[in-house]
């Protein structure tokens, strides 16, 4: 490394997910939950009260929902 220290880390990011440092396998949610939100904000600030309930609700299933859910299907969601 050419001479300089190696800094520690509790979290690292890999594939878009937090792997956090524990005895056991854990992720963190924090930063998909804040891209959630903010791809929330966005359509909500773009269609806000001009759009029907249904077509909100579709283009958060639609373009949300994924960025909330990306990998979870390869973690266990255990609560600890």
Do not use: Q
Request: glycine letters at 4%.
């Amino acid at each position: 490394m050419d001479g300089h220290e190696i800094l520690w880390s509790n979290t690292i990011r890999y594939l878009a997910v937090y792997l956090v440092s524990s005895k056991n396998f854990s992720i963190s949610l924090d930063c998909a939950k804040k891209s959630f939100y903010r791809a929330f904000n966005a359509v909500f600030g773009k269609v806000g009260r001009v759009a029907w309930e249904n077509v909100v609700v579709e283009l958060l299933k639609s373009r949300c929902l994924p960025i909330l859910l990306y990998g979870l299907e390869a973690c266990p969601l255990t609560k600890t």
